[in-house]
């Protein structure tokens, strides 16, 4: 699975929009981009993921480039509970079977910081 | 989305023992996974585990030391055996979703004295 380049950590002030960009260049066509977020060691949150199209759930958006080498992912109006480490991964799909898959492989994310 | 749960939430152990972590989901699922965290780092795969056949484990990580078991569509077992300090992490339960989803569980926190 492709590799994927996060900054360590970013800043971001109470309502005000983050966006966390995040870098996959070498992402292959049948590559999804996935968005996860940790809390205080709890377990991953899962947030959202993409292909080719622009995503939106009510958590979040993720705007993948034409290309597909990078994406952003946006919270519209963080709020102090959406501290937390964001992890962007790259993998394949699952197979038509379910019994094969690409791995999940976590990096070291970035550490999103939202003050007030 | 699923629900997962997992017992223990966390444990303290002394070495040499053994651990079994259970991970129960609310429907039923086809793949699910085994994790570790150690202390600052992050997830770290351990093995897949799909009901009716054996868990497929990662570079590192043996069925010896981590057995698993995965007896139905619903639940799975990780066994920490013959533990030692290095074992003191968080063990994360995940599941395959609908679709390309995958969720994870609320995970177990292991100290091993």
């Known amino acids: 699975d492709a590799k994927t380049t996060q900054p360590p950590s970013m800043d971001c002030a109470e309502g005000r929009a983050a966006n966390l960009p995040c870098n996959h260049s070498t992402i292959s066509g049948n590559e999804y981009v996935y968005w996860y977020r940790q809390i205080h060691s709890q377990g991953p949150q899962y947030i959202i993921h993409g292909l080719k199209n622009n995503e939106t759930n009510e958590m979040a958006s993720l705007i993948i480039t034409e290309d597909r080498k990078s994406s952003t992912l946006i919270l519209p109006h963080a709020t102090l509970r959406d501290t937390a480490v964001y992890y962007c991964?790259?993998?394949?799909?699952?197979?038509?079977?379910?019994?094969?898959?690409?791995?999940?492989?976590f990096g070291q994310g970035t550490i999103l910081t939202v003050h007030p | 989305s699923a629900v997962i749960s997992q017992k223990p939430s966390r444990d303290i152990c002394q070495r040499g023992t053994s651990l079994t972590i259970q991970c129960q989901v609310d429907s039923q699922v086809t793949m699910m996974f085994w994790y570790r965290q150690q202390p600052g780092q992050s997830l770290t795969l351990i093995a897949t585990a799909n009901q009716g056949s054996e868990a497929t484990y990662e570079s590192g990580f043996v069925i010896d030391k981590f057995p698993i078991s995965r007896p139905n569509l619903t639940f799975s077992t990780l066994t920490v055996s013959n533990m030692s300090p290095e074992d003191s992490s968080i063990y994360l339960c995940?599941?395959?979703?609908?679709?390309?989803?995958?969720?994870f569980g609320p995970g177990t926190r292991l100290l091993v004295l």
């Open positions: 991964i790259v993998r394949g799909r699952f197979n038509a079977g379910g019994t094969s898959y690409g791995k999940l492989t």
């Open positions: 995940s599941v395959r979703g609908p679709g390309e989803t995958q969720y």
